[in-house]
């Protein structure tokens, strides 16, 4: 008996005639050549050569026999440990594994057309689309974004056996399927999920992570502001990786399934204009301007660079898959993992949040020289039984690989070995990409969705144009009938339409900070001033008042006080002038007492003239002589 999908909705709104964004349609028509070119060569290889289709044998699980051989690229190539037990079932069985492995391609398009070309030619005489040599294959380890594009060279599993992967996850099994056919079978899977440092939350005051979008975002304010508080100004609260087509896939898949939408239906239904997925898409983009997320992320972060900022403590939550998921070690904090939180909880049907289904996948080639072997292999390597050992056998043989079916989580030993997996796999509601749904057109339909959430998050669209547009164009491509009206709800309308540009971030607290610092260092300089104002003047009183003493002696001496008492104003003016060089009204407070205390001992023979500035610079000596004459005039 086959799995059902889980059903998905549709709107029907009431709304505005559709928009549309010049710069998304033009990128969207350039990319229509690449999808059209791939078809045209399938279906011109397909059409010169005709595969052989081999008639199905519901006895396969024990008259296949033999060797079989599978097709894959090296970097997906099973591990040791997995090897070790798929060679220990095919000996005991009569079946012997051998692996074969395409030449790196520079590119995905490169990578179809090199399998398309093997898919093609007779079992006899295959060669990769390089020129090298290379046998038939009967099995196709492929990744699961290109099952549908390499439909035309897939057997259809369910016409050898229909109980085929019926007790699969349903959103794994329908990865694999498409126009009532399975065409490959989830082998090794991953899911996407959310990584988070556990410091952070718990530092303040999170016991558990989010469980929804707005308990993510009131989380991640409460924990940046107090952290930029303390001057962690690089920290931020969400990042990922935007730098490659997949990557904006992965993230639209898990928003929108959060919002209880879909981009395709399993109706095959355009979709993706919808007002929850616009209210969604809103929440990431304010997310921006909250400082939740950097703008710096969107336009240069890929895998590794996403990877390097959370594992070098600057990112709260990492958005990434299992697989990345299980390659991190010694990272210097606790790690937590968590499905990713939805907009709508309600629409996760009591699951904690979604994962998007990825990972790897198998079938059978229509040209394969042992089909009944192929399928049985097939069989073996993506049944329940085979990924029991693969779970049981040790944390790091099953690292970063989500169990495909539910049962294995229900066995303790595995439940205790796997406990981050099994806990996270039993609350997650895993949803799909569109890769079957949209068959050989999935590279145009990831690279259209790719480039209007770019230019969403680049503030270049805003939300609603953009899927409008993206609405548009993914009809156009599939040859889906327009829509009469859009779907996106315009009453009330998303919060945000588009994002900050890049600006000085945390202005306002590094301004405070430099008020603050300001203000008291300019109090210390005047605190430091005045102490040095005072200490000065009383330090020139009581040198002027010691002259004075010394003046007053001399006169009273009796020995010729008219020398003694020039002397003595010259000497005055002497001190006068470096009393008024370093503060003039200093200098002028302690003429006027000299003054006074010279009055009585000026001789009339020392009366002159009016002062008269000989030099033209008014300096210490003219003073000097301006005093002794006033003192002369009084006494006369």
Same mark, same amino acid.
């Given at each position: 008996?086959?799995?059902?999908?889980?059903?998905?909705?549709?709107?029907?709104?009431?709304?505005?005639?559709?928009?549309?964004?010049?710069?998304?349609?033009?990128?969207?028509a350039s990319l229509f050549s690449i999808g059209a070119v791939l078809s045209l060569l399938s279906l011109l290889s397909l059409l010169a050569s005709p595969p052989l289709i081999h008639a199905a044998d519901p006895s396969f699980r024990t008259s296949g026999k033999g060797a079989v051989r599978v097709l894959a690229l090296a970097r997906h190539a099973p591990s040791s440990?997995?090897?070790?037990?798929?060679?220990?079932?095919?000996?005991?069985?009569?079946?012997?594994?051998?692996?074969?492995?395409?030449?790196?391609?520079?590119?995905?398009?490169?990578?179809?057309?090199?399998?398309?070309?093997?898919?093609?030619?007779?079992?006899?005489?295959?060669?990769?689309?390089?020129?090298?040599?290379a046998a038939a294959f009967d099995v196709l380890w492929m990744d699961?974004?290109?099952?549908?594009?390499?439909?035309?060279?897939?057997?259809?599993?369910?016409?050898?056996?229909d109980t085929i992967g019926s007790d699969t996850v349903p959103a794994m099994l329908s990865s694999g399927s498409m126009r009532s056919k399975l065409l490959a079978m989830p082998a090794l899977v991953d899911t996407s999920l959310l990584v988070y440092n556990k410091r952070y939350l718990s530092s303040h005051g999170y016991d558990d992570p989010p469980s929804s979008l707005d308990e993510m975002e009131e989380m991640l304010q409460s924990i940046l502001?107090?952290?930029?508080?303390?001057?962690?100004?690089?920290?931020?609260?969400?990042?990922?990786?935007?730098?490659?087509?997949?990557?904006?896939?992965?993230?639209?898949?898990?928003?929108?399934?959060?919002?209880?939408?879909?981009?395709?239906?399993?109706?095959?239904?355009?979709?993706?204009?919808?007002?929850?997925?616009?209210?969604?898409?809103?929440k990431f983009v304010t997310w921006l301007n909250l400082g939740i997320m950097d703008i710096a992320d969107i336009e240069e972060f890929g895998p590794a660079e996403a990877l390097e900022r959370?594992?070098?403590?600057?990112?709260?939550?990492?958005?990434?898959?299992?697989?990345?998921?299980?390659?991190?070690?010694?990272?210097?904090?606790?790690?937590?993992?968590?499905?990713?939180?939805?907009?709508?909880?309600?629409?996760?049907?009591?699951?904690?949040?979604?994962?998007?289904?990825?990972?790897?996948?198998?079938?059978?080639a229509k040209t394969a020289a042992n089909p009944a072997a192929a399928v049985r292999v097939v069989d073996y390597l993506t049944s329940q039984s085979y990924q029991r050992r693969v779970f049981a056998s040790d944390a790091d043989t099953a690292s970063g690989l989500v169990p495909t079916y539910s049962a294995l989580c229900l066995d303790p030993a595995i439940a205790a070995l796997q406990e981050t997996t099994c806990r996270t796999h039993k609350r997650t509601l895993y949803t799909q990409r569109p890769t079957t749904l949209s068959s050989h057109l999935y590279p145009n339909v990831s690279a259209l969705v790719a480039a209007t959430l770019s230019s969403v998050f680049r503030g270049s669209t805003d939300i609603l144009t953009a899927l409008d547009t993206l609405d548009l164009d993914l009809r156009l491509l599939l040859g889906k009938p327009p829509r009469n009206a859009t779907d996106v709800d315009?009453?009330?309308?998303?919060?945000?339409?588009?994002?900050?540009?890049?600006?000085l971030k945390y202005l306002d607290i590094q301004l405070a900070g430099l008020?603050?610092?300001?203000?008291?260092?300019?109090?210390?300089?005047?605190?430091?001033?005045?102490?040095?104002?005072?200490?000065?003047? /009383? #330090?020139?009183? !009581?040198? &002027?008042?010691?002259?004075?003493?010394? *003046?007053?002696? %001399?006169?009273? +001496?009796?020995?010729?006080?008219?020398?003694?008492? /020039? #002397?003595?104003? !010259?000497? &005055?003016?002497?001190?006068?002038?470096? *009393?008024?060089? %370093?503060?003039? +009204?200093?200098?002028?407070?302690?003429?006027?007492?000299?003054?006074?205390?010279?009055?009585p001992m000026v001789p009339l023979a020392h009366q002159t003239a009016d002062p008269v500035d000989t030099d033209g610079d008014h300096d210490f000596n003219d003073v000097a002589l301006e005093g002794y004459s006033e003192s002369t005039r009084l006494i006369k």
């Open positions: 008996m086959r799995a059902t999908m889980r059903p998905t909705r549709g709107s029907s709104r009431r709304g505005s005639s559709r928009r549309g964004s010049g710069s998304v349609a033009a990128a969207a440990a997995l090897l070790d037990i798929q060679t220990q079932w095919a000996a005991a069985v009569g079946v012997s594994i051998t692996y074969s492995y395409l030449p790196e391609p520079a590119s995905t398009a490169e990578y179809i057309a090199a399998v398309q070309s093997v898919c093609a030619a007779s079992p006899a005489a295959n060669t990769t689309a390089s020129g090298n040599a699961i974004t290109l099952v549908g594009v390499l439909e035309q060279c897939l057997l259809d599993l369910w016409a050898w056996d502001v107090n952290e930029r508080a303390a001057e962690n100004y690089k920290l931020v609260g969400y990042t990922s990786s935007f730098s490659r087509n997949e990557d904006w896939m992965l993230l639209a898949s898990d928003w929108i399934a959060g919002a209880n939408g879909s981009i395709i239906d399993t109706r095959g239904r355009i979709t993706v204009a919808d007002s929850d997925f616009a209210l969604a898409l809103s959370f594992t070098g403590s600057l990112a709260v939550f990492l958005h990434t898959t299992s697989a990345v998921a299980g390659r991190l070690r010694d990272v210097g904090f606790d790690l937590g993992v968590v499905s990713v939180p939805a907009l709508l909880p309600a629409a996760l049907a009591g699951n904690a949040g979604t994962g998007v289904v990825g990972g790897m996948y198998m079938g059978v315009m009453d009330p309308p998303p919060v945000v339409t588009k994002p900050a540009k890049k600006r008020a603050a610092v300001s203000a008291i260092s300019i109090t210390v300089i005047l605190l430091y001033r005045r102490k040095t104002l005072l200490e000065n003047e /009383a #330090a020139e009183r !009581a040198r &002027l008042a010691k002259a004075g003493c010394d *003046g007053g002696a %001399g006169g009273n +001496s009796g020995i010729d006080g008219t020398v003694r008492s /020039a #002397a003595i104003g !010259a000497g &005055l003016g002497v001190g006068l002038g470096v *009393g008024l060089q %370093g503060y003039t +009204s200093r200098g002028q407070t302690g003429m006027a007492g000299i003054e006074i205390d010279m009055q």
